[in-house]
């Protein structure tokens, strides 16, 4: 390794080749697939900020689950993003519980906010390593954070997924 390969950015992981219809929301990492309720945050597990769900995750690379605007990348600290859905879904993924913590240490972002993504574009990645080395949970957290705004969510795959596999339905 030279001098500068420790400041080389990670390259940029190929597209998951996926197709997410309206009202659909797809795993944005590999993994087991939780209720909300299961969540090891409170803010999350409560469903103050919108139904979803956890993963568990297996994988380190958050993909796009739905094509849609980034509205948000939880810049400094690379471990949140939001996106606005074609379909008007407003999602929320958070990497790992209380990683804002971390101030981005082990996170790397792939896309910029106001960005237009199509699903399973690689939005960033993450240590698992280096979350849990930190003392925090790696569980990554789904929320749609307009659900008042839909007539329906639920929750419609639990355990093993790939991300890429529908893991959330709702109607509007």
């Given at each position: 390794m030279g001098l500068f390969d420790k400041f080389k950015k990670p390259s940029k992981p190929?597209?998951?080749?996926?197709?997410?219809?309206?009202?659909?929301?797809?795993?944005p990492v590999a993994g087991n697939v939780i209720a909300l309720g299961d969540v090891p945050d409170p803010v999350f597990s409560s469903g103050v900020m919108g139904k979803g769900c956890g993963?568990?995750?297996?994988?380190?690379?958050?993909y796009a689950p739905v094509s849609g605007t980034l509205s948000?990348?939880?810049?400094?600290?690379?471990?949140?993003?939001g996106l606005v859905g074609d379909d008007g879904a407003e999602i929320l993924?958070?990497?790992?519980?209380?990683?804002?913590?971390?101030?981005g240490d082990g996170f790397t972002v792939f896309a910029e906010k106001n960005?237009?993504?199509?699903?399973?574009?690689?939005?960033?990645?993450?240590?698992k390593?280096?979350?849990v080395a930190a003392g925090h949970a790696t569980t990554v957290i789904?929320?749609?954070?307009?659900?008042?705004?839909?007539?329906?969510?639920?929750?419609?795959?639990?355990?093993?997924?790939?991300?890429?596999?529908?893991?959330?339905?709702?109607?509007k």
């Open positions: 190929a597209a998951l080749s996926v197709e997410a219809p309206a009202g659909t929301v797809l795993a993963i568990e995750p297996s994988g380190e690379v958050v948000a990348i939880g810049a400094p600290n690379f471990h949140a993003v993924i958070h990497v790992g519980v209380d990683t804002v913590e971390m101030k960005a237009h993504v199509k699903a399973g574009e690689p939005l960033l990645s993450f240590s390593k280096k979350i789904i929320a749609l954070t307009n659900t008042d705004d839909l007539a329906s969510v639920e929750l419609v795959k639990t355990g093993a997924s790939e991300a890429g596999e529908k893991v959330i339905a709702f109607q």
